[in-house]
Antibody
Framework: EVQLVESGGGLVQPGGSLRLSCTAS????????MTWVRQAPGKGLEWVAH????????YYVDSVKGRFTISRDNAKNSLFLQMDSLRAEDTSVYYC??????????WGQGTLVTVSS | DTVVTQTPLSLSVTPGQPASISCKSS???????????LSWYLQKPGQSPHLLIY???SRFSGVPDRFLGSGSGTDFTLQISRVEAEDVGVYFC?????????FGQGTRLEIK
């Protein structure tokens, strides 16, 4: 059974940093690109970033470029999202998502990030 | 960015009746590799989204055959042949032909 478990969310002040982690199991982690998707409270979905199997290729939505960094540790079946210079508009539930054939086939339960003073 | 527009934003359906959701993109989603990367997701209340349909019309593992995806180019449709109570939630389409990948606003399905 594929499982994706996020951690690291919480309350942070504007301008602060947070590092999200996702631990994967139930599939060969190195098979797949991995993705972060976020959802502001009561709102729709926004694709944030994704990373290739070997970690060498990364892509970001413009609103987080230069502030967020996606990375992975294949030895530990883990995906990360380093979030710096956080803004109020980054407040969202962040989902770790497995990516296959340009679809998002398995989603974690999400971790809530709240940016507020 | 590619804009994806869903309609309607909400619908109320009697169990056993069909439902249809439209998803229109601001440019053709036909990729240079010949594939069209349009997928559909359902987010049930209090849950994470899950994949229903990928590449326009391919049902994901375990998805009931009452869910049918169709379309091409810029116009796509998700049809539910006979709505059941468990189908309530918000449906999203997503295009993955162009970066950044973009989602529709979501369509809330409720049961009458």
């Amino acid at each position: 059974e594929v499982q994706l478990v996020e951690s690291g969310g919480g309350l942070v002040q504007p301008g602060g940093s947070l590092r999200l982690s996702c631990t994967a199991s139930g599939f060969s982690f190195t098979c797949c690109w991995m993705t972060w998707v976020r959802q502001a409270p009561g709102k729709g979905l926004e694709w944030v970033a994704h990373i290739s199997q070997d970690g060498r290729s990364t892509y970001y939505v413009d609103s987080v470029k230069g502030r967020f960094t996606i990375s992975r540790d294949n030895a530990k079946n883990s995906l990360f999202l380093q979030m710096d210079s956080l803004r109020a508009e980054d407040t969202s539930v962040y989902y770790c998502v497995k990516y296959l054939s340009r679809a998002l086939d398995y989603w974690g339960q999400g971790t809530l990030v709240t940016v507020s003073s | 960015d590619t804009v994806v527009t869903q309609t309607p934003l909400s619908l109320s359906v009697t169990p056993g009746q069909p439902a249809s959701i439209s998803c229109k993109s601001s440019q053709s989603l036909l990729d240079s590799d010949g594939r069209t990367y349009l997928s559909w997701y359902l987010q049930k209340p209090g849950q994470s989204p899950h994949l229903l349909i990928y590449e326009v019309s391919s049902r994901f593992s375990g998805v009931p055959d009452r869910f049918l995806g169709s379309g091409s180019g810029t116009d796509f449709t998700l049809q539910i042949s006979r709505v059941e109570a468990e189908d309530v939630g918000v449906y999203f389409c997503m295009q993955a032909t162009y970066l950044p990948f973009t989602f529709g606003q979501g369509t809330r399905l409720e049961i009458k």
